[in-house]
């Protein structure tokens, strides 16, 4: 009898979302924690916080852009692969995006990517601009990393600027 009433109670609860719910508090509470840890830090220890935190978004994109490569069996070989990390993370963003070619002949030939809002909005949500810019700069360039390592990033403009665009110029060499 004991064990009928559990089960009705779990499907009861089950019904109304309650398994749901925890899960997004779980997450809602992780990224706050992690929000305030990245303040704190930057707060207490300055300029080496912010070059640790560089180095791990640099990691975790160059993880991120491998894997996404992995599972899409990306032609590593082709230039313009080298976006497609960053534009699967708009897609997955929900963030619309293009890609344009350097028409200009040039020494080293560069690609742009332009998305029409953050691909970290809701992740950087509350964080200093200047930790924002600096974390997506490094995860973008790890996200490309992934694909050709002689690859430089530079972001024309950016959505936490200010900007209705985020605009990443990517040269080859």
Known sequence: MAMDRYTRFANEWKAVGVTSRVRWHQHSTL?????MLVKKL??????????????VAYQIGLEDGEKICENLGVDLA???????????VGLI????????????SRQFPQLTFKCYG???????DG???????RVCRQYSLGLVHAVNK????????KCCAGNRQCEFVVAFR
């Open 118 to 124: 953050c691909l970290f909005g809701q992740i950087f």
């Open 78 to 88: 082709a230039p313009k692969s080298a976006l497609i990390p960053l534009e699967t």
């Open 42 to 55: 930057a707060e207490k220890y300055g300029e080496d916080a912010r070059a640790l935190m560089e180095e």
């Open 93 to 104: 963003s929900g963030v619309d995006s293009e890609v344009a070619d350097d028409r200009k």
């Open 127 to 133: 964080l200093d601009q200047d930790i924002r810019e």
């Open 31 to 35: 990224d706050r924690f992690n929000g």
């Open 150 to 157: 002689g690859a430089e990033i530079k972001l024309q403009r």
